[in-house]
């Protein structure tokens, strides 16, 4: 893996995708590296305002940080890695679980499929 300069976090809103946030902020500082967040709005959480999603994790991003974020649609772990795919991202990390009520599992389904199909190094926050 060469430099990380672009850094993909999809984001869900909870708690644990939360730390997946609070590890990207690190790396980013540690590498000058810039973060795009990416939220899916699927059938499943629809009733989700993706501001909601976004407010609690924009406090936390410092302005030494360029950030953006995204907003998408569809199939969710696709729509992760078109996007990290059209942001030329180096590595995506995100949480392990999200909302999902299933705790059975050791990790969710969409961080299953990103790892799975990712072109590119995927950091699961625990
Ligand atoms: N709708 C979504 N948009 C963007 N990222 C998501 C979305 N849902 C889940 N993720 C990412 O996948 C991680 C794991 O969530 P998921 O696989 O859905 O587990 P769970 O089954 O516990 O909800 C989250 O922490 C987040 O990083
Ligand atoms: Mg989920």
Not at 19 to 40: G, L, Q
Not at 56 to 70: D, G, L, M, N, Q
Request: aromatic share 6%; proline share 4%; charged share 25%.
């Amino acid at each position: 893996m060469g430099k990380i300069n672009k850094i993909l976090v999809p984001v869900d809103g909870s708690v644990n995708g939360c730390k997946a946030v609070d590890e990207a902020i690190f790396f980013a500082e540690k590498c000058k590296a810039e973060i795009d967040f990416v939220y899916v709005s699927s059938n499943i959480n629809k009733d989700i305002p993706s501001h909601i999603v976004f407010d609690r994790i924009w406090e936390k991003v410092p302005e030494t940080i360029k950030a953006e974020k995204h907003v998408e649609t569809g199939n969710i772990p696709k729509a992760i890695l078109a996007v990290a795919e059209s942001q030329k991202s180096d590595i995506i990390i995100m949480g392990s679980r999200g909302l999902g009520l299933f705790k059975g599992a050791l990790i969710g389904s969409v961080s299953q499929k990103v790892v799975e199909e990712s072109k590119i190094p995927v950091m699961v926050v625990k």
